[in-house]
């Protein structure tokens, strides 16, 4: 896995172990054939180099929500920040995505809209 400057990375204590932290991002990079002996990175809130082995790229925010919007009881509408427009729903789930910019976000729970 290849990363450079500004790729969002999650960081591996151990190589091909569980994700130990997440939410870095590389500041540097060094390949080999360097004093480390292997490709390393620098990346914001680790101090030192990290092999880039114990990288992995960030999990792209698609499945992530975006945003937090409320969704009104009646009908279970949304109002979608993005394309400002009005978006129906079936039913009201933990997550709600806009059927026009696809973007998801959290259901911030069924509220009824303001008598
Ligand atoms: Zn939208």
Known sequence: MEFKKG????YHEMFDGPITSTGHTVKAV???PNNYGCDVAWI?????????RCLSKAKEGKVK?????DVIASGYEFHCPRCQILVKL????DTV???T???IYSNNGPEHALA
Request: aromatic share 0%.
């Open 7 to 10: 790729d969002k990375v999650d």
């Open 30 to 32: 060094e390949h080999a």
């Open 44 to 52: 914001t809130g680790k101090s030192g180099c990290i092999a880039m």
């Open 65 to 69: 929500p975006s945003e937090i919007v």
């Open 90 to 93: 079936i039913e009201s789930t």
């Open 97 to 99: 995505q806009c059927p």
């Open 101 to 103: 910019c696809t973007r």
